[in-house]
């Protein structure tokens, strides 16, 4: 048994390679050769469903006289990507207590005067509290001891400004402009949200892509040579421009396949000629041209919301379906 | 009204095994693993990873049902291994792959940002 399987794996690491096309700083774009599909989809699955991230979950609004709705307004809070890594907090449960190591606090106060025009809302009016909730719970009981400071909605041991990963940079939404609401004049919004972690399989504001996506490799073929005319022609056809001309000698032209990667499987190279031509001229391309797929060759494109780098949630990717291949194999035997 | 909890999508409830094994009693060498709260994501590799042992006759797998989160993978060997052996086979020579992928694309990170910070 073992040498089968150190034979696979040894042909794995032959044939497998990763290349890196395009890298910034909120997209990605790679080439991963020698894999198979159903990883690949695993990947996608896991970049868009199982990375956790942080965003807004709880909304507790102390004053909204605007026209947009308590709910509305929650639900559009929650979709704002904020610029935090979520490996420095932990998840919170029902019974876990709002600390700073599972929340993060932000508050939202904005009123429009009376008299002045209408004014837009932006996420970069959302301020965070490093020191967690202002608003107090209130109880029917007056305060027994009133020197004790009254008990809000979390319960922050320390300030998350003493932690020295938040110390230098203030945790903040990843783009400033996001309109949140407006509002008219004498109207009025004050509130405060608590972010926590979660996935996306729980809610899609949790994931950390805006999107990812993979595509084969397409493979254009010619199946003879083609030469003249007719290569002109094949030239001017496709709309990527994946041919080219390349001289042979005594001014006799040929088509060769230039930029396979750009194609679009659009099939213009081999749809055959119609009514512009006449019937004896009419040209059946597919005899010409081939269009394939490289099946083992995935184009991985990466967009990140501002979390985490693309290279990183595909590190994380891979992390967590290593542990989920653990916790899959089974004791007995 | 009637849609199940989201998080019951992957929280294994207390007293449920992540893992359950079947043995068909019919056909000699057959099996059937339940694994509770997982997907395609891993049903589809680890079918995959099946296929490519000589030994396993037949593999799949299959959701029952797209709200009963679980899925059941079917495994028929010859007699010179048994299902558990490569179930258990399969998942650790995936575990090396992805290992090695995860180097492999490391590798290529820091080459490329090598090779950028050079043109500047």
């Not at chain 1, 001891?145 to 979390?154: A, N």
């Not at chain 2, 009693?25 to 693993?33: C, L, Q, R």
């Not at chain 2, 992928?101 to 043109?119: I, T, V, W």
Request: proline share 5%; charged share 30%; aromatic share 6%.
């Amino acid at each position: 048994m073992g040498v089968d399987n150190s034979l696979r794996l040894g042909h794995f690491r032959d044939n497998f390679r990763v290349e890196v096309v395009r890298l910034t700083e909120d997209d990605m774009e790679f080439d991963m050769i020698g894999i198979d599909a159903s990883l690949a989809n695993a990947f996608r699955r896991i970049l868009l469903a199982e990375l956790p991230t942080m965003a807004i979950e709880k909304v507790l609004i102390a004053n909204n006289t605007s026209v947009i709705q308590d709910e509305v307004l929650a639900h559009r809070l929650g979709l704002i990507p904020l610029k935090v890594d979520p490996r420095m907090f932990e998840y919170m449960s029902e019974n876990d207590v709002p600390n700073e190591k599972n929340t993060i606090v932000f508050k939202l106060h904005s009123c429009c005067e009376r008299g002045s025009s209408r004014i837009k809302v932006l996420s970069n009016e959302l301020q965070w509290l490093p020191r967690g909730s202002e608003l107090t719970v209130s109880t029917e009981k007056p305060a027994v001891d009133p020197t004790s400071r009254p008990r809000t909605y979390t319960s922050f041991n320390c300030s998350q400004d003493s932690l020295p990963e938040f110390s230098n940079n203030p945790i903040g939404p990843k783009h400033d402009d996001i309109i949140i609401a407006k509002l008219g004049p004498g109207q009025e919004i004050e509130l405060e949200a608590h972010a926590v972690k979660g996935m996306g399989k729980t809610h899609a504001k949790w994931s950390p892509v805006a999107t990812s996506w993979y595509r084969m490799l397409p493979e254009v073929v010619l199946l003879q040579e083609i030469e003249g005319e007719i290569a002109e022609e094949l030239v001017k056809k496709c709309p990527v421009k994946v041919f080219d001309i390349e001289d042979i000698g005594k001014g006799r032209k040929r088509a060769t396949v230039a930029r396979p990667r750009s194609c679009t499987l659009c099939r213009e190279c081999i749809r055959p000629d119609g009514k512009e031509k006449e019937k004896e001229q009419r040209i059946y391309w597919d005899k010409y041209v081939a269009l394939r797929r490289v099946k083992d060759h995935f184009i991985f494109t990466i967009e990140s919301t501002g979390a985490l780098p693309p290279e990183m949630l595909f590190t994380e990717a891979v992390k967590i379906l290593e542990d989920k291949c653990e916790r899959v194999i089974t004791e007995l035997s | 009204m009637n849609a199940p909890d989201r998080y019951e999508r992957f929280v294994v409830p207390e007293g449920v095994a992540k893992v359950s094994y079947e043995r068909d009693t019919k056909i000699i060498n057959a099996a059937s693993f339940t694994i509770e709260r997982e997907d395609h994501t891993i049903g589809n590799i680890v079918r995959m990873q099946l296929h490519r042992d000589e030994n396993v006759l037949f593999a799949g797998y299959k959701l029952p049902h797209p709200l009963k989160y679980k899925i059941i993978i079917r495994i028929h060997t010859t007699s010179q291994s048994s299902p558990m052996q490569a179930y258990n086979q399969a998942i650790n020579d995936l575990d090396k792959e992805l290992d090695h992928l995860k180097n492999a694309f490391e590798a290529e990170l820091a080459r490329h940002s090598g090779s950028q910070s050079r043109q500047y």
